[in-house]
């Protein structure tokens, strides 16, 4: 069965952990799925993120914008659309909600801008069949960024009200779209998170938990 499963939320809500933790367990139960991400996801999504990502490199927020659709339009044409005629299942880190959350709502957009977004989004071929918005805290948050350690890319290095900001649009994008989203407590221990996810798929999929 093909279903687009897309996960967002904030920096470092879990959403890769969450994606490794499901996609285990769909392939214990013998279905077949991929995982990918936003932006990237194919060979010249993941050179449009390399641009988008460092924060060494200006990007005016027009050209921002644009590059995270067209990296978008790859991604899907050459690997979401794909697998899904296959009949495979994609997990994707990250999808349209995360543009209007970051470019929308953190960036705080005027309303031309927030109009383009919208249009962008209804103009591609398709859309995900379900979104977990991982909801983390800003101290969760904040400690598990410091814990990862490494280099830090555009976003992570925007202030605490960027942050706030990006939280609030997720919120209030799932808020919008209950039959697709499902908003899960990304404070929990990752196994504790798993399971509600899991819980959701398994109904999605009609199989049993177990």
């Not at 999504?45 to 339009?73: C, N, Q, T």
């Not at 280099?151 to 900001?165: I, L, S």
Request: proline share 5%; net charge neutral; aromatic share 4%.
């Amino acid at each position: 069965m093909s279903l687009f499963i897309t996960f967002e939320g904030g920096e470092a809500a879990g959403k890769s952990t969450q994606i490794r933790l499901l996609r285990a367990a769909l392939e214990r139960r013998g279905l077949d799925c991929i995982a990918t991400r936003e932006p990237g996801g194919s060979p010249a999504a993941e050179a449009m993120r390399a641009v988008l990502l460092d924060p060494d490199l200006p990007l005016a927020p027009e050209a921002e914008l644009l590059l995270v659709f067209a990296a978008r339009a790859d991604h899907l044409a050459a690997t979401v659309l794909p697998a899904l005629d296959r009949g495979v299942i994609v997990l994707c880190d990250r999808f349209a909600d995360s543009t209007l959350a970051y470019q929308g709502f953190g960036v705080q957009a005027d309303a031309r801008t927030r109009t383009l977004i919208d249009e962008l989004t209804a103009r591609l071929p398709r859309q995900p069949d379900l979104t977990f918005v991982l909801n983390v805290s800003p101290g969760t948050a904040a400690e598990r960024l410091r814990h990862r350690g490494g280099t830090t890319d555009r976003y992570e290095t925007r202030d605490a009200a960027f942050h706030a900001r990006v939280r609030a649009g997720f919120l209030a994008i799932a808020a919008a779209h209950p039959a697709r989203c499902v908003r899960i407590d990304a404070d929990a221990p990752a196994e504790a998170v798993h399971d509600a996810i899991l819980s959701v798929v398994s109904t999605r999929t009609g199989h049993k938990r177990g």
